[in-house]
Structures are given as C-alpha cells and as structure tokens.
C-alpha cells in the first residue's frame, strides 16, 4: 500500500504534476508530495532508486543532475532534506535524515577564483555569450544503514557515513565517519562512540 494511484500521482497532491517515470520505489512508499522532484534533471532511467517503505516529506528535494543518481534504502525516513547529486548519492536502510540537512557529492561551482568567474557567466540564462561551465569535482556520498543525521547537518562530498552513526544538528561533515560513533560540529568531529558507556 502506498499513496502514490496508479497514473504516478499522489493522493490530495496540490503539485499539478506526477511522480516522474524514472523515478522507482518500492512497496508502501510515502511521498507528501511530487514536487520534490522538480529539480530531477537526469532523465535516465533509475535516476532515482526509493526501497520499500521510504517516507519522503513536503521539504524534501531531489535535485539530481543530468548524470546524477539517487538510492535510499528501505524503511528510510527523508523529512525535509536536500540531496544534490550530479554523481552519487546512496542512503542505506533505517536511516533517519531531518529537516534542512544539505547532502552534496559536488561543490556545484570551482573553488578557483578566475574559473568561478567563467562559472557565473556560463549559468546566467540571457547571457548571450555564455562560456561553457567549468569542469567540477564530484565525489559520491555513501550513508550507511541505520543513521542518524539530525536537521541542518551538512554532508559533503566524498564522505562514507559509517552504520548506526549519528551526525548532530548543524553539523558540517567534511570526512569519513567510522560506524557507531556521534560526530558533532563545524567541521564534524566525534563525541561519542557507542559502545564505550562502560
């Protein structure tokens, strides 16, 4: 059972337009609402990959690029977060990933000064010469099962978030997080590891 009908749309959805067809889920999945997906830009097939019983709420927004993709595991909630992923983005089973949390696999614009120059020129829409975009940096970003990330925490690109980790509210993830550990602030370090309340 879900509350997605048969032609893709979700019931009492006030966005006019269904789910896209290249994003698949599985049995008893929720979503609030299809306009969380209006920044699906790859039209791929499995651009998106949602398991059985994900919950994905009106804050969510799967901004994927052209070549981007997205995987959540089964029984992951998703209650206002913003995954952008022009490479890869994978969220395993059980996880819990609050309001406002940003996950990214890019930077989205050079860190070079002369080359973000360009980089504004390419993306202003009536600019009539527009360079083409600078080549970005994308590292995928990999969340384990059963984690936590607690609203507006930040994950970067190219970081493994280990299983039954907890990421604490406003955190900025920059590095690897080993499993059963607590990492708290900006940039994230660990507090706590489970299993050490001996």
């Not at 206002?80 to 990933?97: F, K, Q, T, V």
């Amino acid at each position: 059972m879900s509350n997605v009908k048969q032609d893709r749309r979700v019931e009492d959805d006030w966005w006019a337009h269904p789910i896209p067809p290249n994003v698949q889920f599985g049995e008893g999945f929720y979503c609030e609402t299809a306009q969380i997906f209006r920044f699906l830009r790859n039209k791929k097939a499995g651009a998106v990959v949602l398991g059985d019983y994900v919950s994905c709420y009106a804050g969510c927004s799967f901004a994927i690029g052209e070549n981007g993709c997205c995987k959540v595991g089964d029984f992951t909630l998703l209650n206002g977060a913003l995954l952008m992923a022009d490479e890869r983005i994978e969220i395993g089973s059980h996880c819990l990933i609050s309001w406002n949390v940003g996950i990214a696999d890019s930077d989205f614009h050079p860190l070079e000064p002369a080359q973000r120059r360009i980089d504004a020129q390419a993306v202003a829409p009536f600019f009539k010469d527009r360079p083409p975009r600078p080549k970005l940096r994308t590292a995928p970003v990999i969340i384990s099962d059963n984690v936590w990330i607690g609203m507006n925490a930040i994950i970067l690109k190219g970081v493994t978030i280990g299983e039954n980790s907890v990421v604490a509210a406003g955190s900025v993830v920059t590095k690897n997080v080993p499993p059963n550990t607590v990492v708290a602030g900006n940039p994230a370090v660990a507090v706590k590891k489970f299993g050490d309340e001996k």
